[in-house]
């Protein structure tokens, strides 16, 4: 079946600019997660969201990022007047309730 | 604070010289270990969940063992194919479902 799609692949913008990335979980996950993957480091978590509840937002760096999660299903992580240190690989996985995490192929974000 | 600390953070190894990749944690409550595998350029490939000391999971070559402070990925008789980078991942009782990662071990085979 269908896995966790991401899109764009690959972004490429310039400092200040606000960019939004979109996550595609596998039909049926309750669950959604966003994690950033830097240059040798591990994956960071973001934020996560379960079904209807409040999402878990304690991994945000700034309020510059948010994310919002539309009918249960796509999710959206925007970040805004973006800095060269938001240049990372972002991870988006999805997951039926507290269930295994399945990742997507990321979107790698530069800011020049 | 939950932690995850993996070694060694790279390993060579020849075609057919198994090996054992080393996983230690500290979490409040384990609620799960997990292992992936990611090649690059692609992400995270789920590979195990362990929940207890104990716990044994397998899978081709590779083998998962959990105690109550540490996880090994044993890898027999390595191909080629196995070169990825492989992950390390603790859910603990205080964090809702997020996971929190190692840095990963990256690891080489050649033939």
């Known amino acids: 079946g269908a896995g966790v799609s991401q899109s764009p692949s690959n972004k490429v913008t310039e400092k200040g600019k606000d960019v939004e990335l979109r996550c595609d979980p596998i039909s049926g996950h309750t669950a959604l997660y966003w994690y950033r993957q830097s240059l040798g480091q591990g994956l960071e978590f973001l934020i996560y969201?379960?079904?209807?509840?409040?999402?878990?937002k304690s991994g945000l760096p700034s309020d510059r990022f948010s994310a919002e999660r539309t009918g249960g299903s796509v999710s959206t992580l925007t970040i805004q007047r973006t800095q060269q240190e938001d240049s990372a690989v972002y991870l988006c996985?999805?997951?039926?309730?507290?269930?295994?995490?399945?990742f997507g192929p990321g979107t790698r974000l530069t800011v020049l | 604070e939950d932690q995850v600390t993996q070694s060694p953070e790279a390993l060579r190894l020849q075609e057919g010289e198994s090996s054992s990749l080393n996983c230690s944690y500290t979490v409040s409550g384990l609620r799960g270990l997990f292992w992936y595998r990611q090649d690059p350029g692609k992400g995270p490939e789920f590979l195990f969940t362990l929940y207890s000391a104990g716990e044994e999971k397998e899978k081709e070559r590779l083998k998962a063992t959990l105690t109550k402070k540490e996880s090994f990925l044993h890898i027999t008789a390595p191909k080629p194919e196995d070169s990825a980078t492989y992950l390390c991942a603790v859910r603990g009782v205080g964090g809702y479902n997020k996971l929190i990662f190692g840095a990963g071990t990256r690891l080489a085979v050649h033939p």
């Open positions: 996985a999805s997951s039926r309730s507290a269930d295994t995490q399945y």
């Open positions: 969201f379960q079904g209807n509840s409040a999402p878990d």
